[in-house]
Structures are given as C-alpha cells and as structure tokens.
C-alpha cells in the first residue's frame, strides 16, 4: 500500500518561502504525477501543482508565479516551494499521487486527471 | 476563468434517504476528466468516481455518477451513517490542471 507523508516546518513567516517535503513508501516513484493540494481552515480544496517523476511540471496559473515543484527520484521525494508567502496561504497542505485509470471510450490509459493517494496533510500556519 | 459550481452548499437528510448533488461546469468539458472525492472531518479526500461515472476501487454501489457536457451528479442511492461528509467534484484540463468544486456537505437532518 503506498503511503505518502508531508514534512516541513508548522509556521512561516509572511513574506518568506514555504517549504515542505513528501516521502513516499510502498511503492514506485516512477511513472506516476506527483502533486500538491492545499485546504484553508474550514475551505475547499486547491490545487497547487503536479510533476511527473521526469521532472516536468504543471503549476495552477493563479500560483505559478510562486510555486516550484521538483522530485528526487533517489530519495522517494518530491517537494514544494511556495515563495512569498501570506496569511492567505495558511492550510492544510497534501501530497498526493495521481492514479492510472482505464478509459474504456477511447482505450487509454489515463495517468494525470485524478488522485488515488492522499498523504494525511500538514498544517502550515503564516504568522509573524 | 474555469470553474466548478457545486449545488446545494448544505444538503440535510437523514439515513436511508436518496441524496443528489449537483457539480457544473463553467464550459463543456470531457466526461473522461469528472470525478468526485469524498472528505470526511479531520481526513483527506478520497476518490469516488473518475470518468464521471466509474466507482474507484472498493466504493460500495450505492454511490454513482452521471452526466456530461456541463452538469454532473452524485447520487447516493440510499445514505449510510458514514456516508456523512463533504463531497467535491473535481476536473482535469491539460492547460488548467486540476479544478475543484466549492464542495457539497452532506449533514444528518
């Protein structure tokens, strides 16, 4: 059974960079997208971005400017940076990995649209 | 702007009743990119349905999908205690990434 587990620091300071780490257990790296969601105190959810474990990379264009995703194939890793950060990014931040599933319409493989594993998320507060 | 409007925000009912909820597109999108989580208190999501209409792995059949184009629905045949939560549909577009709905919760009347 995969798992996946956050690790960073609880509390930034406004104006500084979030930083946060996911391992990943029980399963490949490989051939699999890797992403980032996030959940405001008592909010729905957001995603951040994904990367797929060559590298590439897909960002929400509402944080794009702010956001690197990179993946560390050695360590079972891969990480978030959120720069410049405000109150308003104070959440509950998941890694997730997304599942393959089969469209049988067109006989094909699907491997980015939807999440089959949740880390159980770290709250990560920005406050002075 | 995409976006996904889930209707009603707060759906009442009590257990053994049918419950439907209602996620809309902003724009015509493909069936093969809805799906639907649910989250309970205090957990992570966990998926439901992808391709709109397909129960993910180990999800009882009381829960389905359907729709296309712009509306899609989550039924819950007939609600079970756990089945209590927040529900949100979710959508894939290659240049958009993922795009979640407002959510809908499920509540016990």
């Known amino acids: 059974q995969v798992q996946l587990q956050e690790s960073g620091p609880g509390l930034v300071k406004p104006s500084e960079t979030l930083s946060l780490t996911c391992t990943v257990s029980?399963?490949?790296?490989?051939?699999?997208?890797w992403s980032w969601i996030r959940q405001p105190p008592g909010k729905g959810l957001e995603w951040i971005g994904y990367i797929y474990y060559t590298g590439s990379t897909n960002y929400n264009p509402s944080l794009k400017s702010r956001v690197t995703i990179s993946v560390d194939r050695s360590k079972i890793q891969f990480s978030l940076m959120l720069t410049s950060v405000t109150a308003a990014d104070t959440a509950v931040y998941y890694c997730a990995r997304h599942g393959h599933y089969y469209d049988s319409s067109v006989s094909y493989w699907n491997t980015e649209p939807f999440i089959d594993f949740w880390g159980q998320g770290t709250l990560v507060t920005v406050s002075s | 702007e995409f976006m996904l409007t889930q209707s009603p925000g707060t759906l009442s009912l009590s257990p053994g009743e049918r419950a439907t909820l209602s996620c809309r597109a902003s724009?015509?999108?493909?069936?093969?990119?809805l799906g639907w989580y649910q989250q309970k208190s205090g957990q992570a999501p966990r998926l439901l349905i992808y391709?709109?209409?397909s129960r993910a792995t180990g999800i009882p059949d009381r829960f389905s999908g359907s729709g296309s184009g712009t509306d899609f629905t989550l039924t819950i045949s007939r609600l079970e205690p756990e089945d209590f939560a927040v529900y949100y549909c979710?959508?894939?577009?290659?240049?958009?990434?993922?795009?979640f709905g407002g959510g809908t919760k499920v509540e016990i009347k």
């Open positions: 029980g399963g490949s790296i490989n051939s699999y997208y």
């Open positions: 724009q015509s999108v493909s069936s093969s990119y």
């Open positions: 979710q959508q894939y577009g290659t240049s958009t990434g993922l795009t």
């Open positions: 391709g709109a209409s």
